[in-house]
RNA sequence: GCCGAUGUGGCGAAAUGGCAGACGCAACGGACUUAAAAUCCGUUCUCGCUAACGCGGGGUAUGGGUUCGAAUCCCAUCAUCGGCACCA
C-alpha cells in the first residue's frame, strides 16, 4: 500500500451514505397536495446562489456557501420543518458560446458535460438537494417559462397612479408600445467590437469588458429594454423590511441613487430661434441666483436648435469628438473638463440674467433633463468648468462657519438672492421652489441615477425573444407557440455588424411572408431572474409556478396559522439566500423586479423574492490572494475529499471563520478537523487486530457522569445557537471541546454519543450516519436514519451551576478569585471579597470608594485615590 | 474624491461592556516505538523579579475620551479590502 493509511475509513463509507440518500430520497419535500405532505410541518425555504456550470468545476468557493445552507438544512429537517433545498444550473452565457466559436462544439453540448461534472462534485460533498428539483435555464422546459414572465412584462404597464404594474389593455393612451415594460429603443450601447456584442453597463469595468476585458465603444442601436425605473421607488422603500446585511441594502440604494430636488425652466433669450425652453434638473434650487450658466449634454436634442451659425461648426465638431470617446476614454480624459459655447443664451428665471448656454460632456443626456444649470461657486464641477471658461462666479450660499463661500458646497444661508434672503438652506430650497411652481417655472422633482435595463444580447447562447417583427412593428408570439427554441447552427461567431448569430439562420428568422423572428437573445440574468420560483413546483407545465405550491414556499416560515406574508410588514419569499457579494447589485435587484411585476399583476402572494440573504466571504490562496489560475494557488476540492474526505472538508470549510469573512485557505487547517473527526469515529471504534473496526466495549448504556452532562447540555444549548446564527466556526470548536472531555474516559455513556452524533450530523452527514448505524446494531433505536431524528433538546438546569466562580478586582484590575454559591446575597459577596487576604492587603489602610457587585461574574472594589 | 467593512499571538480565530487569546494550526518538550509515522500528555502573548511554587508590569493598528471597569462604546488618525466615481 503506496498510498497513505486514511484515519478512518471515510472513504468506504462516504460514497455508500452518498447512495443511500439518493435511492432512499430522503431530501425529497413533497408538495402540498403530494403524497407524504405533511401540513403540520412548517416550511423552511433555504436557497444557494445557482452556479454557472463552467469548464474549470467547482473550486473551494462555491461549496462555502452551499455547505453552509447544507448545514441548515439538514438542522431544520431535524427540528421537524418541511425543507426546500434546491440546486440547478445557470447554464446560458459567453463561456459555452466562446468555447463553442474555438471549437465548434455545440454550447448545449459543453454544457451537458460540464452540468454532468458539477454534479458529481456536489454529490462527492454529501449536499441534501432535492434532487427531483434539478432545473436547467437552458431546458427549453424551463425557458418556455422565462419567455412568458417576459411576455407578461411586455404585455404590462407601470400605472403611476397606482404605482403597479398592470395589463396593457388598461392603458389608456394613444400609443401602448410608448409606455410598455418591455420597450425597443435606439440607445447608444456599450458594443464591445472583440466580443461581438452589446453589454449592459454592469458589464463594462472601466471602459472595458468584465468578460475579457476587451475595450468597449459606444454606439447606438435599436434594443430591447426593460423599465426598471419604473419601479426605483418601490426598490427603494421595500428594501426595509428585507433580513439583508446593510450594507448590501446600503450598495442598492446608492445604485439606484435617488436624489430631489427641482426641474427648472429657463427661457431661450430673444433673438434666437424660439423653443420652449431648457429644462434643468439640480438638487440645490436654493442657488438659482448663483446660476450663472447653463450646459446640456452634448447629445441634447435641443443642441442643434439653439446653436448660433457662427457656432456650428465647433459644435458640430465638439458633439461628434464627445460620440467617438469611449467609454474608456470618457473616464480617462475626466480629468480635465471640456466644452463649447454654443453662441445662445438663456434667462436665469429667478435674476432675470441672460447666460450663456454651452454644451459639456461632464454634463450626462441619461440623467436628470440632459441639461444642467452652471453654480460655479457652490458645485465643485462647475467651478472647475467656469474658472476655465471665465465664466461669471456668483457667491449666494454664505456658509455658517466663516468658510469662503467660494467653492463651498454645504448647507448655509442665502445671499444676494431676493426671493429666499437670509432663508437656511433646506427652506430656501422649499421656498424656491413654490416660487417658481407658482409662476409656472418650474417644480419639485425626484430623479434616480438607476437607468433603464438594456435587456438584449448579440448572442447564440441565450434565451429567444417570442417577438415577430412586421411591417416594422413588434408584437408577441402566442402562448401556444413557447417555447421559442434557438436554431441549430454550426457556426457561432458574431457577425461583427452588430447583428446576432441568429440572424444566419435564414429559415428560422423567415415566421411567414411578412413577418420575422427578433434575432436578439436575452441576458444571462434572464434565467436567475426567477429560479427560485420555479424550483417551487420545477415540472409544472400548465403554469411558471403553481400557485398553491408558490403561496406554500414562498409565504412566511411558520406552523399553520403563523403570519403570512406580508400581514406582519416582513414580506416572506425565500428564508435564507446565501452567496456572494458580487451579485449584491445586479442580479438581486433585477430578480426584485422581475418578482415585483409578477406580484403586481396577480401571480404571485409574496411582493420579495428573499426574505432573508447572506453573503458568504471569499475563501483566498494559501498565500493570502485571490486564488487564481495565473497565480497557481488554486484548491480544488476533489483532491481534498480525496485526501481527507467530504466531512473534513465540509467542517473545514465551516471551521475556517466567520461564514462572511473574507479568509484564506489553510491544507494543515484541513488536516487538523480530520484529526478531530478521527477522534470521534474513534470515541466509537476500535481497530482489531485484522484491521477492521468495530464498536468500541468503552460504550455502554450508563447514566454520564455530573460534569459529562454538563458538557453535553452545554454543546447542546451552543451548537444550537450557533447554527440559528450562522456561526459554524464556534458550534465546530464547541463540539471539539466535547470530544475532547470524553477522549480518555474509560466507559462512555450511549446517549452522550447519540447527542454528539445528532449535533455533528448536520456538518459531517456521513460520518455520523455510519457511526450511528454501527452503534444501533448493540443499541438499537429508532428512527434507524439519524436524519429523521429529532434534535436534542438541552436541560438548562444541568447548566446551571450551584457555585460560581467570581473575580474580584480592585480599581478594575484583577488581583483575585473565590467561590461563592449562587444565592450569596451582595453583602454576603462583598465582604467575601475583602476577607480574601490579598485583597485586605491591597485595600489596608485605603478608603473604599465605593463596591461593584455584578451577579455571577465578579465584584470591583474602587478605592479612594 | 465619496460610501461601506475590517484591523486581536508565529498563523486561522474566540470573547461585542466584566478573567484577552476558547478551539484549531504551527513550534517545542515528554510518553509509546528498535526507529519513524500515527496516537496520547504537557508547554507556548510579552517584559521584569524569583532557586522554585509563584509575584508584578505591559499588551487587542495609533492617539485621545466615556466608564468602577473598554478588544467591545464615542472622537480623530493610519492601514487593508470592497463598492461607487463628473448622477448636477
Given amino acids: 500500500m503506496s498510498e497513505r493509511r486514511k484515519p478512518y475509513p471515510f472513504d468506504q463509507f462516504e460514497p455508500k451514505w452518498q447512495r443511500i440518500w439518493d435511492e432512499r430520497q430522503l431530501f425529497h419535500a413533497p408538495n402540498p397536495g403530494e403524497q407524504n405532505f405533511n401540513p403540520a410541518r412548517p416550511k423552511f425555504y433555504v436557497l444557494d446562489m445557482f452556479p454557472y456550470p463552467s469548464g474549470a468545476g467547482l473550486h473551494v468557493g462555491h461549496p462555502e456557501g452551499y455547505t453552509a445552507t447544507d448545514i441548515i438544512a439538514r438542522y431544520k429537517r431535524m427540528r421537524g420543518f418541511s425543507v426546500l433545498h434546491p440546486m440547478g444550473w445557470d447554464a446560458f452565457g459567453l463561456p459555452a458560446e466562446q468555447y463553442a466559436i ?13 452540468v454532468a461534472r458539477f454534479k458529481s462534485q456536489l454529490r462527492g460533498i454529501g449536499f441534501s438537494y432535492d434532487w427531483q428539483r434539478e432545473i436547467n435555464t437552458t431546458d427549453p422546459e424551463y425557458y418556455k417559462w422565462t419567455q412568458w414572465i417576459f411576455l407578461q412584462i411586455y404585455d404590462s404597464w407601470f400605472n403611476p397612479e397606482t404605482q403597479r404594474a398592470e395589463p396593457i389593455a388598461t392603458y389608456r393612451g394613444a400609443d401602448p408600445d410608448s409606455v410598455r415594460l418591455a420597450y425597443v429603443a435606439d440607445v447608444p450601447v456599450n458594443w464591445c467590437p472583440e466580443l461581438g456584442t452589446v453589454l449592459a453597463n454592469e458589464e463594462v469595468v472601466d471602459g472595458k469588458s468584465e468578460v475579457g476585458g476587451f475595450p468597449v465603444v459606444r454606439r447606438p442601436m435599436r434594443q430591447w429594454m426593460l423599465r426598471i425605473t419604473a419601479y426605483a421607488e418601490r426598490l427603494i422603500d421595500e428594501l426595509d423590511r428585507l433580513d439583508w446585511p446593510e450594507s448590501i441594502k446600503l450598495l442598492q440604494r446608492n445604485w439606484i441613487g435617488k436624489s430631489e430636488g427641482a426641474e427648472i425652466e429657463f427661457k431661450i433669450a430673444a433673438g434666437e430661434r424660439r423653443s420652449t425652453g431648457i429644462r434643468v434638473f439640480t438638487t440645490r434650487p436654493d442657488t438659482l441666483y448663483g446660476a450663472t450658466y447653463l450646459v446640456l449634454a452634448p447629445e441634447h436634442p435641443l443642441v442643434e436648435e439653439i446653436a448660433a451659425k457662427e457656432r456650428r461648426t465647433s459644435v458640430r465638431e465638439y458633439r461628434e469628438q464627445a460620440a467617438r470617446k469611449s467609454e474608456l476614454e470618457r473616464t480617462e480624459l475626466a480629468k480635465e473638463k471640456t466644452g463649447v459655447f454654443t453662441g445662445a443664451f438663456a434667462i436665469n428665471p429667478a ?19 440632459g441639461a444642467i444649470m452652471g453654480v460655479p461657486a ?12 471665465g465664466l461669471r462666479i456668483a457667491e449666494v450660499v454664505q456658509p455658517l462657519n466663516g468658510e469662503p463661500a467660494t467653492g463651498f458646497v454645504g448647507e448655509g444661508r442665502a445671499v444676494n438672492s431676493a426671493v429666499i434672503e437670509g432663508l437656511p438652506t433646506a427652506e ?5 421652489t413654490a416660487w417658481l411652481a407658482e409662476r409656472g417655472l418650474g417644480r419639485g422633482a425626484i430623479k434616480y441615477k438607476l ?5 438584449s444580447r448579440q448572442r447564440y447562447w441565450g434565451e429567444p425573444f417570442p417577438i415577430i417583427w412586421e411591417n416594422g412593428k413588434h408584437r408577441a408570439v402566442t402562448d401556444h407557440e413557447l417555447p421559442v427554441t434557438a436554431p441549430d447552427l454550426n457556426d457561432f461567431k458574431p457577425t461583427g455588424t452588430g447583428e446576432p448569430p441568429l440572424a444566419k439562420a435564414r429559415d428560422w428568422i423567415r415566421y411567414s411572408e411578412t413577418a420575422a423572428r427578433e434575432t436578439n437573445t436575452m441576458p444571462q440574468w434572464a434565467g436567475s431572474c426567477w429560479y427560485y420560483l420555479r424550483f417551487c413546483d420545477p415540472r409544472n407545465a400548465q403554469r411558471f409556478v403553481g400557485e398553491e405550491a408558490e403561496r406554500y414556499w414562498m409565504g412566511r416560515a411558520g406552523p399553520p396559522g403563523a403570519p403570512t406574508a406580508g400581514s406582519d410588514g416582513l414580506p416572506g419569499g425565500v428564508d435564507l439566500y446565501v452567496g456572494g457579494t458580487e451579485h449584491a447589485v445586479l442580479h438581486l435587484l433585477y430578480a426584485r423586479f422581475w418578482h415585483k411585476v409578477l406580484f403586481d399583476l396577480g401571480y404571485l402572494s409574496t411582493p420579495e423574492p428573499f426574505q432573508r440573504l447572506v453573503n458568504q466571504g471569499i475563501i483566498l490562496g494559501e498565500d493570502g490572494q485571490k486564488m487564481s489560475k495565473s497565480r497557481g494557488n488554486v484548491v480544488n476540492p476533489d483532491e481534498v475529499i480525496d485526501a481527507y474526505g467530504a466531512d473534513a472538508f465540509r467542517c473545514y470549510e465551516m471551521f475556517m471563520g466567520p461564514l462572511e469573512q473574507m479568509k484564506p485557505w489553510s491544507m494543515r487547517g484541513v488536516e487538523g478537523v480530520s484529526r478531530f473527526l478521527a477522534r ?16 468500541s466495549p468503552r460504550i455502554q448504556e450508563i447514566a454520564p457522569e455530573k460534569a459529562q452532562g454538563k458538557v453535553v447540555h452545554a454543546t447542546i444549548k451552543k451548537v444550537t445557537e450557533d447554527i ?10 464547541q463540539m471539539m471541546v466535547f470530544v475532547n472531555a470524553f477522549t480518555n474516559a474509560a466507559v462512555v455513556p450511549v446517549s452522550a454519543m447519540r447527542t454528539l452524533l445528532l449535533l455533528l450530523n448536520p456538518f459531517a452527514p456521513h460520518i455520523t450516519s455510519e457511526l450511528w448505524e454501527k452503534m444501533g446494531a448493540k443499541f438499537p433505536i429508532l428512527p434507524p436514519e439519524i436524519t429523521s431524528h429529532p434534535w436534542p433538546k438541552y436541560n438548562e438546569a444541568l447548566l446551571v451551576e450551584d457555585e460560581v466562580e467570581l473575580i474580584v478586582q480592585v480599581n478594575g484590575k484583577l488581583r483575585d478569585k473565590f467561590r461563592a454559591s449562587l444565592e450569596a446575597t451582595e453583602e454576603e459577596l462583598k465582604s467575601a471579597a475583602l476577607a480574601l487576604p490579598k485583597i485586605q492587603q491591597l485595600v489596608a489602610g485605603k478608603e473604599i470608594r465605593k463596591v461593584i457587585i455584578v451577579r455571577k461574574k465578579l465584584v470591583n472594589i474602587v478605592l479612594a485615590s
Avoid at 457652490?378 to 471658461?389: P, V
Avoid at 440559528?724 to 470548536?733: C, P, V, Y
Wanted: no cysteine; net charge negative.
Fill in 102 to 114: 474555438k471549437t465548434g462544439q455545440h454550447p448545449a453540448a459543453t454544457t451537458r458535460e460540464n
Fill in 351 to 369: 435674476s432675470g440674467e441672460k447666460i450663456p448656454i454651452w454644451i459639456a460632456d461632464y454634463v450626462l443626456l441619461g440623467y436628470g433633463t
Fill in 378 to 389: 457652490h458645485d465643485e464641477r462647475d467651478l472647475e468648468f467656469a474658472r476655465k471658461y
Fill in 428 to 432: 430656501a430650497k422649499k421656498k424656491i
Fill in 451 to 455: 437607468r433603464d435595463w438594456l435587456f
Fill in 680 to 695: 470521534v469515529w474513534r470515541l466509537f471504534m476500535d481497530e482489531t487486530q485484522a484491521a477492521a473496526w468495530e464498536l
Fill in 724 to 733: 440559528e446564527s450562522l456561526s459554524f466556526n464556534t458550534a465546530i470548536s
